[in-house]
C-alpha cells in the first residue's frame, strides 16, 4: 500500500527549539507538500518542492524552512519554534501533474509550549 | 487567483440519510480539476472523488456523488445511504489546468448520528 509516512503523530516542543518534521514518501513522486491546519482556516501551503533539492514558498513561509536531499523525502524545520506554531501539520505528495490529486501523511501535531 | 469556499462549517444527518455538502468556487482558468477530501478523525485526508471540468458528466464514486454546476461554479458533494464512518472534515479543493494552484476550502465538518 502506497502511503506517505509522517515521523511524529504527535510532538511537544519548548518555545526556541529547533523542530523537525519529517515526511517520506514510496510512490516516487516528484512533488512535495507541507501545509499547516488550522480550525477554521483550512489547509495552507508553507513550502513545495518539485524535485531535489528545490523548494518554494507557499502562503505562509515565515518563520518555516524545508530540506529535499532525497526524492522521498522532505523536511519542514522550524528555526526557533514559537507558540502561535501550535499546529497540525501536514505532508502530501504528489506526480508532476497534480490534477490527480495529493496523497496526504497522517499529519503530526505539534504543540509549543 | 483560485478560491474555494464551503459556507457550512458544520453539519449532521442521520444514518441512512442522505447529505449534500455545499462548494463554490473561482477560478479565471477555461479548464480546472475539483477534488472532494475526507479528513476521518484518524487524520488521514483521503480523495473522495475527482471531477474534470471540461467533463459534463457529474463523477460517482459508490455512495459519493458530485453535482457540478460549471457556469453557477458550484461543486456540491451528495453522500447517499450515510454511515457512521463518514463521519469526518470533507475539504473541497481545485486545481488549475495544469494541475497547479491547488487550493483548498475551509472544510466542513459531517457528523453522522445512529
Known amino acids: 500500500d502506497v502511503k506517505v509516512t509522517q515521523s511524529s503523530r504527535y510532538l511537544v516542543k519548548r518555545t526556541g527549539e529547533k523542530v523537525f518534521l519529517e515526511c517520506v514518501q514510496d510512490?516516487?513522486?516528484?512533488?512535495m507538500f507541507w501545509y499547516r491546519q488550522d480550525p477554521g482556516l483550512g489547509l495552507r501551503l508553507i513550502y513545495f518542492?518539485?524535485?531535489?533539492?528545490?523548494?518554494e514558498k507557499g502562503d505562509i513561509p515565515e518563520g518555516y524552512s524545508v530540506s529535499r536531499e532525497k526524492k522521498e523525502r522532505f523536511s519542514l524545520i522550524l528555526e526557533s519554534a514559537s507558540t502561535n506554531q501550535t499546529s497540525m501539520y501536514l505532508c502530501?505528495?504528489?506526480?508532476?501533474?497534480?490534477?490527480?490529486?495529493?496523497?496526504f501523511g497522517s499529519g503530526t501535531r505539534l504543540t509549543v509550549v | 487567483a483560485q478560491t474555494v469556499t464551503q459556507s457550512q462549517p458544520e453539519m449532521s444527518v442521520q444514518e441512512a440519510e442522505t447529505v449534500t455538502l455545499s462548494c463554490t468556487y473561482d477560478?479565471?482558468?477555461?479548464?480546472?480539476?475539483l477534488f472532494w477530501y475526507k479528513q476521518p478523525p484518524s487524520r488521514q485526508m483521503i480523495l473522495v472523488i475527482r471531477?474534470?471540468?471540461?467533463?459534463?458528466q457529474n463523477a460517482t464514486e459508490n455512495r459519493f456523488s458530485v453535482n457540478f454546476q460549471k457556469a453557477a461554479k458550484s461543486f456540491s458533494l451528495k453522500i447517499s445511504d450515510s454511515q457512521l464512518g463518514d463521519t469526518a472534515m470533507y475539504f473541497c479543493?481545485?486545481?488549475?489546468?495544469?494541475?497547479?494552484?491547488?487550493?483548498f476550502g475551509p472544510g466542513t465538518r459531517l457528523s453522522v448520528l445512529p
Open positions: 471531477q474534470e471540468a471540461y467533463k459534463q
Open positions: 502530501a505528495s504528489s506526480l508532476v501533474d497534480t490534477s490527480y490529486g495529493y496523497t
Open positions: 477560478t479565471s482558468e477555461s479548464n480546472y480539476y
Open positions: 510512490m516516487d513522486h516528484e512533488n
Open positions: 479543493a481545485s486545481a488549475d489546468n495544469y494541475g497547479q494552484n491547488f487550493v
Open positions: 518542492s518539485y524535485d531535489v533539492k528545490m523548494k
